[in-house]
């Protein structure tokens, strides 16, 4: 959820000459159904990223065309070159991902999707 806070509080805090025209109102639900090694692999992952975008990101992409440029031309899930060589990994670099990170987005003991998508 701290992650979720600092993208929100960042893209919708960009347009000053509002006044603050939005009141955003955050709420993290449960780790159900998780183990608690995937509850800390997550946490680390999520810190790292909101410091990436706390350190980097905001203070580079100052106003929603750079943002756009960003999801469309850098980010690595959502720009399609980038899906393409994650879609391109071998069987040992996929399996080098923390097994902890991967269960905890549901991703656990599931290549089946990169067997389908090399077809």
Aim: glycine share 4%.
């Amino acid at each position: 959820m701290d992650r979720s806070q600092v993208i929100f509080d960042w893209i919708f805090g960009m347009d000053t000459t509002q006044n603050n025209p939005y009141q955003l109102y955050y709420l993290a639900p449960p780790n159900i159904g998780l183990t608690e090694a995937a509850v800390q692999a997550r946490k680390e992952r999520e810190a790292a990223s909101q410091k990436n975008i706390e350190t980097h990101l905001s203070q580079k992409y100052t106003d929603m065309k750079g943002v756009w440029t960003f999801l469309t031309q850098e980010h690595a899930l959502y720009t399609a070159h980038k899906l393409v060589e994650r879609g391109r990994a071998t069987a040992e670099e996929v399996n080098a991902e923390n097994q902890a990170l991967k269960e905890s987005y549901g991703l656990a003991n599931n290549n089946s999707h990169k067997d389908s998508l090399r077809d």
